[in-house]
């Protein structure tokens, strides 16, 4: 038990120890994992280490508890595959994944056979293993560089989808080493196998995900039980569609994932945020627990120009050329594919997949099947395959942004605004905006104020902004900022927060209340109008129809000089040269910086 406890609250450690350094997390994870596996061999003498993964698990229990935890992480990434994200990309990440899963496999084959000498068979199930990219891992490092959206949709449905293709590759090159026909072509024996598990995944996935959905849609599920019974169905149908073909689990988790994920389903919002936590703690515990595994012996194996060599082959010569054969005649910018081509850091599901067929094939299970030789080169699969991923999170975590400013690809910030709210307040200054070439959108359920929008041509998203549909529905890449403008300042406060975690926290404003106006001190922060004005006293003022009043600044000094001025009544609003909108009322005028040409917008006294 001591175990388990040390490498959870080790493995928790490690992702708050990356949110901290600003790495993605599978680096500490697997850091710390080698500190008390192998490493700490050097302190208690050879054979003994701190904790041994080998040792909390054995035999056909590590691999049911690897299997299963690897499905449930993709079942989550599935939940987060949007197919209206992938319309204008889909052609760009279908050539990935196939040439991806072609060429690096028989690539990383031809490569490994020929540096280190191993047989074709375990070689090319080495190349299997390095197809899959990564959703743990790609996720926090396209979070920390904020590449532009193709970069990001294609990189992320690439990393989540590859998965479990990946490790079907690898499954067929497995079933065909242990099929005894290894001194003959490739069987049927192994293609056969290959068909039925992805026949069995997208069926007993399909029907997973239509039992969920009508469970959910039905409301047949309390909502204190919703994510605990979704989890068993999830775990059921791993272990169902493994039951009827093994491996195929993999594959059917993913498919009910993504079937789900792209539902209307009021509920996802918060059954995604479910399986975000199990997802955290699942990696937290596997990546500490494989990495522990690995011997010392084998780390030290590791440390020649050999793997240098296959390292520098698998990512430079590979990757380039899955990238620009599968974005021929495609619409991103040769940047783009550069930066693609560059980014593929391997993940989880490649060392849960490589951990469990080294122990399959080196175990003496196969003797007479494999060879002695090919035994010891299945046992270096997993050390091997750790080198891939410590080495490409290492590489591109750390590098990854710089590339993004070199190449000029990053994401940029969209200077639209959302107004939750149609109301006299929230139409009057959108008009203005609007005018001035600025995207907005008024966000309201009453049908009055969405007709009187719409008379003054302003787009209109009829509905409550607080619901998963219309998160889902409302283009957050044109949309930078949110003013919650209702009369209802519960409302208001909740839509900066949700709506907050989608745009930023500090791009949401609201009104102030009047129980905040009757406090002593300075107004809140992110309230709009510097907090002169609640609902009714700015509804009042909009009514007597105040002018905007546009004035340029070339400084700082120039645009304190102005709002000192007693004929400024309300500041508004600072617009940049390129159209970015700030709230004047959130601005220290002292700390922020004015650029020459940059736009004042006020009301002013009559």
């Known amino acids: 038990m001591i175990e388990i406890s040390g490498i959870l609250v080790l493995g928790f450690f490690a992702q708050w120890l990356a949110w901290r350094v600003k790495v993605p997390a599978i680096l500490p994870l697997i850091i710390i994992g080698l500190m008390i596996g192998p490493l700490s061999s050097i302190i208690l003498g050879e054979g003994n280490k701190f904790i041994d993964g080998d040792m909390i698990f054995q035999g056909d229990m590590l691999f049911d508890v690897v299997g299963l935890s690897v499905g449930l992480i993709l079942f989550e990434g599935g939940l987060t595959l949007k197919i209206k994200e992938i319309k ?32 074709w068979h375990i070689s090319f199930l080495f190349g299997a293993l390095i197809v899959v990219s990564g959703p743990t891992v790609i996720g926090p490092i396209l979070r920390n560089v904020r590449a532009n959206n193709n970069i990001a949709t294609i990189l992320k449905w690439e990393g989540i989808l590859i998965d479990p293709v990946g490790a079907l590759a690898a499954i067929l090159i497995y079933e065909f080493i242990i099929s005894g026909q290894a001194d003959q072509y490739f069987t049927l024996f192994a293609l056969q196998g290959f068909m039925i598990t992805v026949l069995v995944g997208l069926i007993v996935g399909s029907l997973s995900a239509s039992l969920i959905y009508l469970l959910l849609r039905r409301q047949m599920i309390p909502h204190y039980l919703r994510n605990t ?13 493994d039951m009827l073909h093994e491996e195929s689990g993999l594959l059917a988790v993913t498919i009910s994932g993504m079937i789900i994920g792209n539902t209307r389903l009021e509920e996802l919002k918060h059954i995604l945020s479910f399986k975000e936590d199990v997802t955290i703690i699942l990696i937290s515990f596997l990546f500490v627990m494989l990495s522990s595994r690995i011997d010392m012996a084998d780390l030290y194996s590791l440390l020649n120009i050999k793997i240098l060599m296959l390292f520098l082959i698998i990512v430079f010569i590979l990757r380039p050329i899955v990238v620009f054969i599968s974005t021929y005649n495609s619409t991103l910018t040769w940047r783009e594919r550069l930066f693609i081509a560059y980014i593929c850091p391997r993940g989880i599901v490649a060392a849960a997949v490589a951990s469990l067929f080294s122990v399959k094939l080196s175990d003496g299970s196969f003797q007479g099947i494999i060879s002695a030789e090919q035994a010891e080169e299945a046992k270096m699969l997993l050390p091997l395959t750790f080198m891939t991923i410590v080495g490409t999170v290492v590489q591109q975590g750390l590098t990854a942004k710089k590339v993004v400013e070199l190449l000029g690809v990053g994401r940029v910030t969209p200077n639209g605004i959302l107004f939750l709210g149609a109301n006299e307040t929230a139409r009057y200054l959108a008009k203005f905006l609007h005018s001035k070439g600025i995207p907005v959108m008024l966000c309201d359920t009453s049908a009055y104020n969405i007709r009187e929008a719409r008379n003054l041509l302003l787009p209109v998203y009829e509905g409550s902004i607080l619901n998963d549909k219309a998160l889902e529905e409302i283009d957050f890449s044109q949309y930078g900022q949110m003013y919650a403008t209702t009369s209802n300042s519960d409302i208001n406060m909740m ?12 791009n949401t404003y609201r009104l102030i209340t009047n129980a905040e106006q009757k406090k002593v001190g300075p107004a809140p922060a992110n309230v709009l109008f510097g907090g002169q004005y609640d609902f009714i006293g700015i509804t009042q003022f909009i009514r007597t129809r105040p002018t905007f009043v546009e004035k340029k600044v070339q400084n700082n000094q120039e645009f304190i000089e102005l709002l000192q001025k007693k004929s400024v009544k309300v500041p508004l609003f600072l617009i940049s040269s390129n159209q970015a909108v700030t709230p004047i009322s959130q601005l220290e005028p002292m700390q922020q910086e004015i650029q020459e040409g940059d736009t004042v917008v006020y009301f002013a006294v009559e």
């Open 495 to 506: 839509a900066t927060r949700m709506i907050g975690r989608e745009i930023g926290s500090h």
């Open 88 to 119: 204008t990309l889909a052609h760009t990440v279908r050539n990935l994944i196939i040439v991806g899963t072609v060429v690096t496999l028989i690539g990383g084959g031809i490569a490994l056979h020929y540096i280190m000498g191993y047989s």
């Open 229 to 241: 019974i979704i989890l068993g169905i999830v775990i059921l149908t791993f272990g169902l569609s």
